[in-house]
């Protein structure tokens, strides 16, 4: 279900207060305006909480999120040349970049990213889901003053070599990361003490993203094309669509053209996790939407998303879920993931 959540034209990361105002209408209020910041109150149809905006540079802005949207809805956001640091603690929703590639955005994780100037990204919002994040953004040229960089530095910034094109790249979040967003989420300061302190907070933030990114590139990572991720997102929607059957991987690397190192490694990169994690976790979400949408019976769902025996979803239900499917289906109220 879309509401008008959607935006009559691109939303700007330069505005964004101003922006995410216009888009949402009358489901916001201004809460704070200044200079620098504008805090916003979600109201029904959207949602409830609040979403923060801090410009503390023309090429360095956040975005704090603490809130709970009611109903979907997309927000979309210009090419502008941004590197984005996301930093989530919960969150249900999407970022489409068209042929650049489609990523989930479910759970805790550090994501970062560079959208290039004219690739569009969609923020699809899924209702009924809350938003619990910290999104840092920084132009390539602010980042090389602040760190010091020539023009071929990137990667001692730890980003990728190559920073001009696009990219999406996921980690754990550290212990450092964790704390220094917890510290803004629950920020009391207000006027000019407030803005001074996000801005320390944020540029902790960054320092743990690229220390991050750093031992990430130290380690390796698999260069990935336009074409690989376009592939990479059709195999992931293959294994959503056979969730009874899932395709071996020999059978993946020669329906999509890759070779089967590029295939399980690339897919890992992209989406965050293997494929054996991806198709375990699918299969039980789908379940837990079975079991409180559908009138099937425990041992019908259980073979619908793939398994042999209905003891064994039951466990693997249980161990995710931490109660039953049929507690899960008697009680019908969402459950906290681990």
């Not at 090429?59 to 210009?78: K, P, Q, R, V």
């Not at 969609?122 to 980042?143: D, E, F, N, P, W």
Request: aromatic share 8%; charged share 25%.
């Amino acid at each position: 279900m879309t509401t008008a959540l959607l935006s009559p034209r691109p939303c700007s990361l330069t505005r964004n207060g101003e922006d995410l105002r216009a888009a949402l209408g009358a489901a916001s209020t201004v809460e704070h305006a200044g200079p620098g910041s504008v805090r916003l109150r979600l109201a029904p149809p959207a949602g409830t909480g609040t979403i923060e905006f801090f410009e503390f540079d023309p090429s360095f802005t956040m975005i704090l999120s603490d809130c709970f949207w009611e109903t979907s809805g997309t927000l979309n956001y210009a090419g502008e040349d941004w590197i984005r640091f996301n930093f989530c603690f919960d969150a249900h929703a999407v970022f489409d970049f068209g042929h650049a590639g489609r990523f989930d955005l479910i759970g805790q994780e550090l994501r970062y990213f560079h959208q290039p100037a004219g690739v569009l990204c969609g923020h699809v919002i899924q209702g009924g889901a809350r938003s619990v994040c910290t999104t840092i953004s920084i132009k390539r040229a602010y980042l090389e003053r602040i760190c010091g960089l020539d023009a071929t530095g990137d990667a001692e910034a730890g980003l990728p070599a190559d920073t001009s094109g696009f990219f999406f790249r996921r980690h754990e979040m550290s212990a450092a990361c964790i704390r220094a967003a917890a510290d803004l989420l629950a920020m009391t300061h207000e006027g000019p003490l407030r803005l001074l302190y996000a801005r320390a907070k944020a540029e902790e933030l960054l320092v743990s993203a690229l220390a991050a990114s750093e031992r990430s590139i130290s380690g390796g990572c698999i260069a990935l094309s336009a074409r690989d991720l376009v592939r990479l997102t059709e195999v992931r929607q293959c294994l959503e669509a056979n969730l009874s059957r899932t395709p071996p991987v020999a059978e993946l690397s020669r329906r999509f053209a890759m070779n089967r190192t590029k295939l399980a490694y690339g897919f890992r990169q992209l989406h965050g996790c293997t494929m054996r994690e991806f198709i375990s976790r699918t299969r039980l979400e789908t379940a837990m939407t079975l079991l409180r949408d559908a009138d099937l019976s425990i041992d019908q769902i259980a073979a619908e998303v793939g398994f042999s025996h209905a003891s064994s979803f039951s466990a693997a239900f249980k161990k995710r879920y931490r109660v039953s499917p049929r507690r899960f289906r008697g009680s019908r109220r969402p459950v906290s993931r681990p």
